[in-house]
């Protein structure tokens, strides 16, 4: 900061002194200025003029004016130039000089000097110049650069340090669920920098032992796991974490700070951490790592109730109100709004929130990103049918329609399809131009415990579900096409399109996969459902055309024809018996022309095989 606050004020210097700096331009030696006479005056008008200043201005006659701060000296210089310019302008050999080059004394040496500071030049101070520049050139630019390497080699594509990388890679196992991704993330590095010196172990025990009081949400493995730890700074990360995700209020301010503080760390390397489950390509580590996501944005253990996401909803409430119900599974928020508004009240009393915490609670959930999927189908650009290695795009259409919301309004059939650009329009078919493009990104996310602000994001993905692998790679959607709220902050309900190309399967079949939308930030938000790909062979799609194209419409005096007339089918006109005894013959001498030229080629190539 130091460093880049000295660059920035001796740059703001530099530019004052630039902006107050007069510049200098170089004066051009003008015969006619010092005479004071126009460049059209004739030898006649010079020689009076030169008289007439001679009077004036002539040493013996002209006296020095002390007020001006003139001497002898300057009115010699004075009287010389007078003389230099009376003859440029009258003899022929100055008058020479002056044409050529461009001062009657003839041409002059020149100089070209290099604007540097005077203590550069002085005599005696080479040696300490050298040094500066050996300081600078041989020992600080290595160092940076070597720093800005070596730094660079710590840190990953994803932006996380190596270490961190390397231990995910260790952990990671095939049936890593939820409190796995949460355990596996306090091996990172990173949190030695935050927790580094006394802060290491300082507080642990007390964390230690009101986490375990209070925190439901761990399991037996992972209170055994927490337990066996040796490594100080990785066992108060993950304390920390577990108390950050089952929102236990620490009596230390430092412990709760240090609470606080890991969760965005702890966020951006677990965006790493899918990175590293695409490489093994298993699907639940993926979803594990997604959900993980969504329970640090909103300070939500693993396999809580969605319900803790609204304000006022706490463990007691949410399980009051789930005991009313006699749930087997936790309640979602859509499926709370979907209550009618008396049912809602009633449970929501009864599970000790009063009237205001209500309102509040059904304001939020409103308000809430929620991507309903309206429907989803692949297609090839400009084509109708789906062949091997083709390029696929698999298409989806949702809308956001927040949680409770009663009156939607009807989806658009055209909204629903996705139309390809003319093929004449050049414009439309080129690449768009994403600065053209208006992109619209929805609200920063409803986190109140999460210390950064964050946008939410839907990542898009295909599986193979019996094999539990990832088809297709996630698709990251931060911003949509269409405006996501008007003007007033309502919902617009406009129909988004989300695309995700890759390349199809090299064999015709049918293939099903079963497609994720998982939003990072909301808890409940998912959506999976099964998609299938058809995949058609080559040979039969042209097998199929050229049918289409060889059934012909009746003619209108035929019987098909008549028929045809009285459904209200297309018909082709009648041709009359010379017409078609004239096309007949036609297409004869046609056919033996073909024949004969088809005789012609084939001789030709027989020939040519010959040979």
Same mark, same amino acid.
Request: proline letters at 6%; hydrophobic letters at 35%; glycine letters at 4%.
């Given at each position: 900061?130091?460093?880049?606050?000295?660059?920035?004020?001796?740059?703001?210097?530099?530019?004052?002194?630039?902006?107050?700096?007069?510049?200098?331009?170089?004066?051009?030696?003008?015969?006619?200025?010092?005479?004071?006479?126009?460049?059209?005056?004739?030898?006649?008008?010079?020689?009076?003029?030169?008289?007439?200043?001679?009077?004036?201005?002539?040493?013996?006659?002209?006296?020095?004016?002390?007020?001006?701060?003139?001497?002898?000296?300057?009115?010699?210089?004075?009287?010389?130039?007078?003389?230099?310019?009376?003859?440029?302008?009258?003899?022929?050999?100055?008058?020479?000089?002056?044409?050529?080059?461009?001062?009657?004394?003839?041409?002059?040496?020149?100089?070209?000097?290099?604007?540097?500071?005077?203590?550069?030049?002085?005599?005696?101070?080479?040696?300490?110049?050298?040094?500066?520049?050996?300081?600078?050139?041989?020992?600080?630019?290595?160092?940076?650069?070597?720093?800005?390497?070596?730094?660079?080699?710590?840190?990953?594509?994803?932006?996380?340090?190596?270490?961190?990388?390397?231990?995910?890679?260790?952990?990671?196992?095939?049936?890593?669920?939820?409190?796995?991704?949460?355990?596996?993330?306090?091996?990172?590095?990173?949190?030695?920098?935050?927790?580094?010196?006394?802060?290491?172990?300082?507080?642990?025990?007390?964390?230690?032992?009101?986490?375990?009081?209070?925190?439901?949400?761990?399991?037996?493995?992972?209170?055994?796991?927490?337990?066996?730890?040796?490594?100080?700074?990785?066992?108060?990360?993950?304390?920390?974490?577990?108390?950050?995700?089952?929102?236990?209020?620490?009596?230390?301010?430092?412990?709760?700070?240090?609470?606080?503080?890991?969760?965005?760390?702890?966020?951006?390397?677990?965006?790493?951490?899918?990175?590293?489950?695409?490489?093994?390509?298993?699907?639940?580590?993926?979803?594990?790592?997604?959900?993980?996501?969504?329970?640090?944005?909103?300070?939500?253990?693993?396999?809580?109730?969605?319900?803790?996401?609204?304000?006022?909803?706490?463990?007691?409430?949410?399980?009051?109100?789930?005991?009313?119900?006699?749930?087997?599974?936790?309640?979602?928020?859509?499926?709370?709004?979907?209550?009618?508004?008396?049912?809602?009240?009633?449970?929501?009393?009864?599970?000790?929130?009063?009237?205001?915490?209500?309102?509040?609670?059904?304001?939020?959930?409103?308000?809430?990103?929620?991507?309903?999927?309206?429907?989803?189908?692949?297609?090839?650009?400009?084509?109708?049918?789906?062949?091997?290695?083709?390029?696929?795009?698999?298409?989806?259409?949702?809308?956001?329609?927040?949680?409770?919301?009663?009156?939607?309004?009807?989806?658009?059939?055209?909204?629903?399809?996705?139309?390809?650009?003319?093929?004449?329009?050049?414009?439309?078919?080129?690449?768009?131009?994403?600065?053209?493009?208006?992109?619209?990104?929805?609200?920063?996310?409803?986190?109140?415990?999460?210390?950064?602000?964050?946008?939410?994001?839907?990542?898009?993905?295909?599986?193979?579900?019996?094999?539990?692998?990832?088809?297709?790679?996630?698709?990251?959607?931060?911003?949509?096409?269409?405006?996501?709220?008007?003007?007033?902050?309502?919902?617009?309900?406009?129909?988004?399109?989300?695309?995700?190309?890759?390349?199809?399967?090299?064999?015709?079949?049918?293939?099903?996969?079963?497609?994720?939308?998982?939003?990072?930030?909301?808890?409940?938000?998912?959506?999976?459902?099964?998609?299938?790909? #058809?995949? !058609?062979?080559?040979?039969?799609? =042209? %097998?199929? @055309?050229? /049918?289409? $194209?060889?059934?012909?419409?009746?003619?209108? *005096?035929?019987?098909?024809?008549?028929?045809?007339?009285?459904?209200?089918?297309?018909?082709?006109?009648?041709?009359?018996?010379?017409?078609?005894?004239?096309?007949?013959? #036609?297409? !004869?001498?046609?056919?033996?022309? =073909? %024949?004969? @030229?088809? /005789?012609? $080629?084939?001789?030709?190539?027989?020939?040519? *095989?010959?040979?």
């Amino acid at each position: 900061m130091i460093v880049a606050g000295l660059g920035w004020t001796t740059i703001a210097l530099m530019v004052y002194l630039m902006a107050v700096t007069q510049r200098s331009a170089p004066k051009i030696w003008d015969p006619y200025e010092i005479l004071g006479i126009p460049m059209s005056s004739t030898e006649k008008q010079i020689q009076s003029r030169y008289r007439r200043l001679s009077v004036t201005m002539h040493p013996d006659k002209a006296v020095p004016d002390p007020a001006k701060n003139e001497t002898v000296e300057t009115v010699n210089e004075r009287w010389v130039e007078v003389i230099k310019a009376y003859k440029a302008l009258t003899d022929e050999d100055v008058r020479r000089n002056f044409i050529e080059y461009g001062n009657p004394d003839g041409k002059q040496s020149t100089s070209f000097g290099i604007a540097l500071p005077q203590f550069l030049i002085t005599e005696g101070n080479g040696k300490y110049i050298l040094l500066v520049y050996g300081a600078l050139l041989g020992i600080l630019l290595p160092y940076f650069v070597g720093s800005w390497w070596y730094g660079s080699q710590k840190v990953t594509r994803e932006k996380i340090l190596v270490s961190s990388a390397g231990n995910m890679f260790k952990e990671f196992t095939e049936r890593i669920d939820d409190h796995g991704v949460v355990n596996l993330l306090s091996s990172a590095t990173e949190f030695e920098a935050l927790l580094h010196g006394h802060k290491a172990d300082a507080g642990t025990g007390q964390l230690e032992k009101r986490l375990l009081q209070e925190a439901r949400v761990l399991t037996e493995k992972d209170r055994r796991f927490l337990q066996d730890m040796d490594d100080t700074v990785r066992r108060k990360t993950l304390a920390l974490l577990w108390a950050y995700l089952a929102r236990v209020e620490l009596d230390d301010q430092t412990l709760n700070d240090e609470k606080y503080q890991l969760a965005p760390t702890a966020l951006t390397l677990n965006e790493a951490f899918v990175s590293v489950c695409l490489a093994y390509g298993f699907t639940n580590p993926v979803l594990a790592s997604y959900r993980t996501s969504q329970n640090l944005i909103q300070a939500v253990a693993p396999e809580s109730p969605p319900l803790l996401q609204l304000p006022h909803f706490n463990e007691k409430v949410v399980k009051d109100l789930e005991d009313q119900l006699d749930q087997r599974s936790h309640l979602t928020i859509q499926s709370f709004m979907n209550f009618p508004d008396a049912r809602r009240r009633e449970l929501a009393t009864s599970a000790g929130l009063s009237n205001s915490q209500l309102e509040t609670a059904i304001s939020v959930a409103s308000q809430l990103p929620r991507l309903v999927i309206e429907r989803t189908f692949f297609k090839v650009t400009g084509e109708k049918h789906i062949i091997p290695n083709s390029l696929v795009q698999f298409v989806v259409k949702a809308r956001f329609i927040p949680p409770g919301t009663r009156n939607i309004p009807e989806v658009h059939p055209s909204d629903l399809e996705d139309i390809d650009p003319d093929e004449t329009d050049t414009k439309a078919n080129s690449r768009p131009d994403p600065a053209e493009q208006k992109q619209h990104q929805p609200p920063l996310a409803h986190a109140p415990h999460f210390s950064r602000d964050h946008s939410p994001r839907w990542h898009l993905f295909l599986a193979d579900a019996r094999q539990g692998k990832v088809a297709v790679p996630p698709f990251t959607f931060t911003t949509f096409d269409k405006p996501i709220l008007d003007e007033s902050g309502k919902p617009t309900f406009n129909v988004q399109t989300l695309k995700m190309q890759f390349q199809a399967p090299p064999q015709p079949a049918h293939y099903k996969f079963q497609m994720h939308l998982a939003c990072d930030s909301y808890i409940g938000f998912d959506d999976r459902r099964d998609v299938i790909l #058809s995949v !058609e062979d080559p040979s039969s799609i =042209e %097998e199929a @055309e050229w /049918e289409d $194209e060889d059934i012909s419409e009746p003619e209108e *005096d035929s019987i098909a024809g008549q028929m045809a007339t009285l459904r209200g089918g297309a018909t082709k006109k009648a041709t009359s018996p010379k017409i078609k005894q004239a096309n007949d013959d #036609s297409d !004869e001498e046609s056919g033996t022309d =073909e %024949e004969e @030229e088809t /005789e012609s $080629e084939t001789d030709t190539d027989t020939d040519t *095989d010959e040979e």
